[in-house]
């Protein structure tokens, strides 16, 4: 493994490199809604350039995206998130390679899984998971409250695209990667 990420050596950070949005999972069960997506881009400056990964399709608007779902190899897409400046995403191997890799993430995180990838606090100084408390996680992605083969998971549809901004706002704070800098020049 080591052989194979070490060709994607990470580039010098660079005044308005880019953030990855990994928008789907394995299951549409455990992805976060689309609409939710686009809200959550909303609220980025025109001037932030984002790159959409994953394997279905998905259309966002915003100034200045670069929609490549369905359009990259797992290497293209992996050499993405190695170099961006940020990576906010479901619960999965984009998301979790991005800070594993010292890359500053949010993720978006239901309780099928709950404990098992993450929240972990080894990492809480790199990925900020956002996410609904439940009295039921985790569950295995069996859930009681509906049927996930029609149905999203009540997990997921409950965390507001306020909280996914929030926890963007605390590691561009944090890691000075000037997203609102427009804001805070205000």
Known sequence: ????????????RQEGGYIVLVVDAGEEYRSYDHHNWQ?????????????VLGSKKISLQHANIANLTDRT?????????LNADLTIGNETGLTHLAYLSGIPTVCVLGGGHWGRFLPWD????????????????PCGWRCNY???????APCMERILPEKVVAAVRRLDKKFDLQIFKADCAA
């Open 73 to 81: 190899t797992l290497t293209e897409a992996i050499e993405l998130v």
């Open 39 to 51: 809200m959550v881009v909303d609220n980025f400056p025109a001037t932030s350039k984002m790159v």
């Open 1 to 12: 493994y080591v052989a194979f990420f070490s060709k994607f050596k990470k580039k010098e």
């Open 146 to 152: 509906t049927d996930l083969r029609r149905f999203k």
């Open 122 to 137: 080894i990492f809480d100084d790199l990925v900020e998971c956002v996410y609904e408390p439940r009295e039921c996680a």
